[in-house]
């Protein structure tokens, strides 16, 4: 029911991200208090800020990443692993940062239940990424930012995608990065929101 009210309704229909969307219990990623909300069609807010991002926007980035079996994937802040798991089916390899040690060992064994074993989950910074297991073909947040840092940028393989909520006045805006000639350009892909996400809020600005 929600692949077929929220995600094809939403102008998603390639075969990969659906069945990866119905193949993957997104309820046995989330905290048993939040099961039964699984399928709603909003954001599901985890402990530590972190989000499962609704399926229509989550949906929605993987269609305009493009995501290839032979690509290599950077999922930030993959919470308990949904993401992770649904990104895995699709890609050859997914690297997912979360900076909680519970977390992070909770989503890959999430992901080994269910035999996700060409994922693994490593803790660190969110806006540092994962720099050793890169470059990566494609990157992805799990949340919204004001800004992304070129630490993150340098991590991705020319060529590569990045898909990134901007948190942009109440209403945010996902934009697909293309990184041609070592540098990222960004194109509008559509309107969603989200909570910003550990490390990628602006710095505040010093004022007298």
């Given at each position: 029911m929600m692949v077929d009210t929220q995600v094809r309704p939403s102008d998603v229909t390639k075969f990969p991200?659906?069945?990866?969307?119905l193949s993957?219990?997104?309820?046995?990623?989330?905290?048993?208090?939040?099961?039964e909300s699984a399928y709603v069609g909003e954001n599901i807010m985890l402990a530590g800020g972190r989000t499962v991002l609704e399926p229509r926007t989550f949906a929605k980035m993987l269609d305009a990443l493009m995501v290839d079996p032979a690509d290599i994937v950077l999922d930030l802040g993959c919470g308990l692993g949904y993401s992770t798991a649904v990104l895995a089916q699709m890609a050859d390899f997914v690297v997912a940062v979360e900076d909680d040690s519970d977390?992070?060992?909770?989503?890959?064994?999430?992901?080994?239940?269910?035999?996700?074993d060409n994922a693994a989950v490593v803790e660190g910074p969110l806006n540092e990424g994962a720099k050793?297991?890169?470059?990566?073909?494609?990157?992805?947040?799990?949340?919204?930012a004001e800004q992304v840092p070129q630490t993150l940028l340098d991590q991705l393989k020319e060529?590569?995608?990045?898909?990134?909520?901007?948190?942009?006045?109440?209403?945010?805006?996902?934009?697909?990065?293309?990184?041609?000639?070592?540098?990222?350009?960004?194109?509008f892909a559509f309107n969603a929101g989200a909570p910003v996400a550990a490390g990628?809020?602006?710095?505040?600005?010093f004022a007298l």
């Open positions: 991200i659906i069945d990866a969307m993957v219990p997104r309820e046995e990623y989330l905290p048993a208090d939040k099961a977390r992070v060992a909770e989503a890959q064994q999430n992901l080994s239940e269910h035999g996700v050793k297991s890169g470059p990566y073909d494609i990157i992805i947040l799990q949340g919204a060529g590569g995608r990045i898909a990134v909520v901007f948190a942009e006045s109440a209403l945010g805006v996902v934009r697909i990065g293309h990184k041609l000639d070592g540098r990222v350009t960004w194109r990628f809020a602006k710095d505040a600005a």
